[in-house]
Structure formats: structure tokens, C-alpha cells
């Protein structure tokens, strides 16, 4: 049975058509000759007929009153015109009874009617005085005249014969008009015959024309019908063959490659066909496979999450995602090597896989990130006991060549996957629930839930203002006094970025910071940061306040930018400022990766510009004996967690007492940080310490407010050295 779409709108639809259109196009052109001949015919047919009949009427005319006219021939002999023999006007163009018996003798020879007109002086037109023509009904047709506006009279008025098509009661007659003229050349009247009605004469041609058009139409239609049967069946394995490629690229479950081993271009095809769906399997197995670990890779895994969508919208599965990350895996990978890296991921992939089950769909999309799919109907356990459980495998560690080695990881839970709409979504909401736990300090599971969207939203907002901000320069700096507790006097200011939002009020560092270094805006933070220390010290210098130096931070990503050191010497040139006057202050973070970005070398360029290093937040992080051996810093600031309740903490104080000593021996000068009672301050200073910065005496403020607090701080200083003199 013929599909009638396929013949519309296939390739059998498209080559009908273009062999109608070329079959249309050769009828067509057939037709148009045939009917251009016959059209040429009928037209020559007519203008002898009409020739004849003038002919005739002009030697009857002639012959019969041979006396008043004669007819005048031109050298083919065609009519020129009918010349009267004197100045008898008046009397041989006037009606006579002779005039209608010739008249129709004439109308008898032509088969038409005939006519006799003679001009009228006065309206300057041409009127009939005698006619063979009558009406349907036998009577005599209205008067008629020949004037000004009629095809024939521009031709007659000058003497001229007129021969064509001219109106007659509202339709048209083939004839042709004799002008009679005197002997002095001017028109007298005019003899007119014809042969017939126009539609009439041109009848057959027009029922050819229409004969043709029929035949022509139902030959295209045979022509059609019989051409689409015959090439829909012809074509018929190229459909199948294009369905069997259709299916293949929507990764259906496939047989064999139909019509192969014909011998002609149908099995050619075929084997060709055969040859491309068993390449595809190939590289679907190597676009779908991580080749380290044998699961899923990510375009498995968007594939698998994309079903699972639809799946669980449609309510044929209830599928859950969970995200999981190994913790600080770039730490695995630094201490042992990638290799080593490597053989955990595949030795963990297989555990994730046993303790899932055969049913999870498991993938590996990025480097120490697995993501598990799996229908809720049929895990043996809860999703949060199989969250559980993979928390606990991980723990278990892994037998190497070099010892047991111990790894944690972190989970997103994602347990309604119906609620989204496109698998860009629920990945990023299972990355958020992944971060969750990572934030929490990992080795746990965060399930997603509304909430944290509606912060990563805030987030993101975030983000698009606070890059306004920076380019704004609306971001301040507080300043908090760094105390010598020996001398009273100021050791310097440490510079705070603070963020007053017009609409959103104060958003802490804590949070916009981490943002900046996230979005990659910290770059431009520190920049504005360093910029507007250096502005704030020269307007000291130049009001001659002794503020020492100030202190800013900067983060690990910006003093690894190739041109920091640049930006800070081009700051201290823009504000003519000697460089002892700034102190950068880094964490001990920017040693992670020391040998990938060349720290050393970095701040000894720092150094040499004479711009003071300082060691932040020693001790609570990654802090290493070698750092204070090897690197040019000229002092260290302790971390907080080392001071509060320092007073009646016994280890904090040996702690505190080891490190001062240390400190001592390399010839730091040492701040201690976040002292907020003066039983804090008072131990610390019995141990020795020379500087301390927290809340007691300051909290970070504008600059306008700093000589102030300042002049305020002395005298606090002055007075815990009464109570020690006291005590």
C-alpha cells in the first residue's frame, strides 16, 4: 500500500515532483507551439478571409454602379480605397434600394454583414445610411455612427483602410473599413464589411486550447500516480535503510543491517551502513566510558540523568541522584603521586558499584567526583542508609605497595529528581548539595533542599553586585591598631575590606570574600584594596600621622598573578610612598602548590621592592617549620584560636611559650591576633610579646576615626600598665 506521506513529503514525494515538473514543462512547451501554430493559422486564415471579402465588396460595388464609383488596388492587389467618379457624394452616398440588394449580395459572397457609411459634415463622424446587419430577432439594429473614439476612425478620417476587430453591440466583428473619397482625396464615406463575430472565428482554437489543457492534465496525473507507485516501490529500501539509520543514532536496540549482500547500489549501501553501526559502537563505548575506572563518564551521565528526568515526570520511576567527592583529593595526589591518585579512584569506583547495586546507574564525571543514579523502587535501603554506607566505604581506606591509605568523601543527595526540569539543573542542585557537606567539614551527607538554591540565588546576586562594587569603589577599608604593649605606641594598622550595600546594609567579609575568590573578581578586590591602603597613607603622611605602616591582605590567586608585583609597585609610585610603609600579609595557603607558582621567588621580589611580609594566621593551617627557615618574612601574626582563654588554658600557654621563643631565636617580631580581655593581654605580655591586635583595644574602623581611637588606645595602655605596676 502507497503511504501518502511518504510520497509528499519523502524522496519519492521529491523526485515525482521533479519529474512532474520536467513532464509539465515538455506538455507544456508542446502545447504552447501547437497552439502558437494554430493561433498563427487562425490569425492568416482570417486576414485572407477578410481580405477576400474586401476584395469582393470593392469590384461588386464597382461593377454594379460603375458609373459613380471605382475600386483603387495597391500593387498586391489589397483594397486601398473606393474613389468616386465625380461630385455625385450627395447623391451615390444616400439610400436607395439598389444599395441593399448589392449589399447583400455582397453579405452573401463574405458570409457577413456589409455596410455603407457616409460622412457627416457637421458632427464630423461617419453615419450608416444602409446595413445587412439585423438583430437576433430580425429587426433592424439602433443607427449607428463611426466616430471620434472608434478603432477604425483615425484610420478612415484620413483615408486609410481599417482592418480588425471592431465593436458591434457589445461585442467584436472582424472586419475592415474602405474610406470612399472624392477626387480631391477627401473621405466621403466608407464601405464596411465583415466575416462574422471574433469569438465565433476563434472558437476551435479556444476549444483546442481547452481539449489541450484537459489532455495534458490527466496525462500529469497518470503520469503521477503511476510514477510515485513505481519509484515509492523502487525506493523502498532506502527508507528502510533510513529508518535503520534514524534508530541508530537514537541509540535504539538494533538488528542486523537489512538487505545486506544484494550486489547492487541498495547492498552497497547496506554494507557501508553495517560498517558505521559497528564504528559507533565503538565510539559510543568510548564516548560514554570513563577509561580510568570503566563507569559512565559525563556525557553517560547527563544521558542517564536526562532519562531519569523524564522517567520520573511521566511517573515510570522515582530516580534519585547523589553526588559524591572524595575530600581533598588534590592532598592524595600530592603526597603519593597520580598514579597512586589514579588507583584509588578505580579501586573506590568498583566499591561505589558493588555497594549501589547492579540497578544504579554509576558514573565518574569529573576527576575525584562519582555521581550515582538509581530508582528508589528498587534500592534495597533508603537512599540516605546507601548515602551512609558509601560514607563508610570510603572510610574503610585502601591496601597500597606503600601502606593503608585513608580517604573520606563527601555526598549531594538529590531525592526528587520530578522536580526539575533539565539535567543542568539537578546537577548543579546535587553540586550544591555536595558543597553542603564539603562546608560542614565532609565526610558526610547533605540531602538538597530548597534552601540552599534560594542561597545559592543570593549567591549569584552577589556576585553581579559586587563586581559593581569594585568598579564603583564601593568597597571601604577599616583599620584595626596593632598595639606595642612595651612602649605604648602604635606598631602599625592592619587594612579590612568592608562592604556597606545601600540596599543589602553591611554583608560581612566572610562572605563576600570568599565570592570574589570564587567568581575570580579577588583579583580585582585586592587590586582596589592595595590601592586604597596606599591612597589612606599618603593622606596620613601628609596630615603627619604616625601610623607605621599598614597591613593587607592578599589572597593566594591574585599574589600569583603574573604582574603583582607590578600593581603593587605601580600603587606605591601613584602615591609617592616609601615602601616600608605597606606590609603584605599571606596565609600559609599560598604554600599548597609552592613549587607550581614559585611563592619564594614572589616574595623575595616583594622584599626587595622594601615592602614588609607578614605571615598570617600562623598555626592554624598548613604551617611548616621550613616556612619560617626558608622564606623572607619579617614578622608572624599568631592565630586567634592560639590566645582566647589563653590565661587559663596551661597548653595554649606552653604552646604560646614554645613559639616565642622560636620566634625569637629567628628574630621575628611576632603579633599576636584577636586578644579581647586584658587577662589575654596581660599573659601575653608576660610571655614576652611585643605586639597584640584584637577587639579590647579596637575594632576595625573608618580612617577618619583612627587617630582617635589611637589616643584612646594609649591610654588603655597606660592604664593596664598601672594595674601590672599594681599588681
Partial sequence: MINIQHLITGITGRITSRF????????????????????????????????????????????????????????????????????????????????????????????????????NSQTKAFDRFVTTFRKPDGSMPPPMSISVGHPAY??????????????????????ELMPIIALDKSVKGVLAVDVGWVDDLIAARDELRNQSILVAGIILILEALLGAAYISHALRPIRVLAKYAEDMASEKVLGSVPFLGQSDEVGALSEGLNRVAGLQSKLAHLAYTDELTGLGN??????????????????????????LSIDKFSHLNDAYGQEMGDK????????????????????????????????NRLATDKITV???????????????????????GSIGVIDVLKDFDEPDEAHLNGNLALRKAQRA??????????????????????????????????????????????????????????????????????????????????????????????????????????????????????????????????ALEKYKLPANC??????????????????????????????????????????????LNNMPFNQLKIDSSFVTNIDIDSRKQKVMRGILSLTTELDFKVIIEGTETIEEIMMVQEMGCDVVQGYYYAKPAPAALIPGIVNQVFRSVLAIDAKLSKD
Fill in 154 to 175: 483615425k484610420n478612415i478620417i484620413n483615408g486609410r483602410i481599417h482592418r480588425g476587430q471592431v465593436p458591434v453591440m457589445g461585442r467584436l466583428r472582424l472586419a
Fill in 20 to 119: 512532474l515538473l520536467f513532464a509539465a514543462l515538455s506538455i507544456l512547451i508542446i502545447a504552447a507551439i501547437g497552439y502558437i501554430k494554430i493561433y498563427q493559422v487562425t490569425a492568416n486564415n482570417s486576414e485572407i478571409r477578410i481580405g477576400r471579402a474586401a476584395h469582393a465588396a470593392a469590384v461588386i460595388l464597382s461593377e454594379r454602379f460603375a458609373e459613380e464609383f471605382t475600386a483603387v488596388f495597391d500593387d498586391q492587389g489589397n483594397v486601398k480605397a473606393i474613389q468616386l467618379k465625380g461630385d455625385t457624394a450627395a447623391t451615390s452616398l444616400s439610400f436607395r434600394d439598389e444599395y441593399d440588394v448589392i449589399l447583400k449580395d455582397i453579405g452573401s459572397t463574405n458570409h457577413g454583414a456589409a455596410n455603407l457609411f457616409k460622412f
Fill in 298 to 323: 559525563r556525557s553517560r551521565y547527563l544521558a542517564d540523568l536526562q532519562v531519569a528526568l523524564r522517567e520520573s515526570q511521566s511517573g515510570n520511576g522515582s530516580w534519585v541522584l547523589l553526588h
Fill in 582 to 627: 605597606i606590609c603584605i600579609e599571606i596565609t600559609e595557603s599560598v604554600f599548597i602548590d609552592n613549587t607550581k607558582h614559585n611563592t619564594l621567588r614572589v616574595l623575595e621580589l616583594i622584599r626587595s621592592l622594601g615592602v614588609m611580609l607578614s605571615l598570617d594566621d600562623f598555626g592554624s593551617g598548613y604551617s611548616s617549620l621550613s616556612y
Fill in 386 to 408: 546507601l548515602a551512609q554506607n558509601l560514607i563508610e566505604t570510603m572510610r574503610k581506606g585502601f591496601q597500597t605497595q606503600v601502606g593503608k591509605i585513608f580517604i573520606t
Fill in 441 to 570: 567539614g565532609g565526610d558526610q551527607y547533605a540531602i538538597f533542599s530548597s534552601e540552599l538554591n534560594d542561597e545559592h540565588q543570593e549567591r549569584v546576586t552577589l556576585i553581579k553586585i559586587l563586581e559593581m562594587a569594585i568598579e564603583k569603589r564601593e568597597i571601604e577599608i577599616h583599620f584595626q591598631p596593632q598595639i606595642i604593649l612595651s612602649s605604648n605606641k602604635l606598631a602599625g594598622l592592619e587594612a579590612l575590606a568592608r562592604w556597606n550595600h545601600p540596599s543589602l546594609g553591611q554583608i560581612p567579609p566572610a562572605k563576600f570574600i570568599p565570592i570574589a575568590e570564587d567568581s575570580g573578581q579577588i583579583v580585582k578586590l585586592g587590586t582596589l584594596i592595595i590601592d586604597m591602603a596606599c591612597q589612606q597613607a599618603a593622606q596620613w603622611r601628609k596630615a603627619n600621622f604616625d601610623f607605621k605602616h599598614i597591613a593587607v591582605n592578599v589572597s593566594p590567586i591574585q599574589l600569583w598573578q603574573d604582574n603583582f608585583i607590578d600593581v603593587l609597585s605601580a
Fill in 344 to 375: 584509588i579512584l578505580k579501586r573506590l569506583g568498583s566499591r561505589i558499584q558493588q555497594v549501589a547495586g547492579n540497578q544504579a546507574k554509576v558514573a565518574r564525571p569529573s576527576a575525584a567526583d562519582f555521581s550515582i543514579i538509581i530508582d
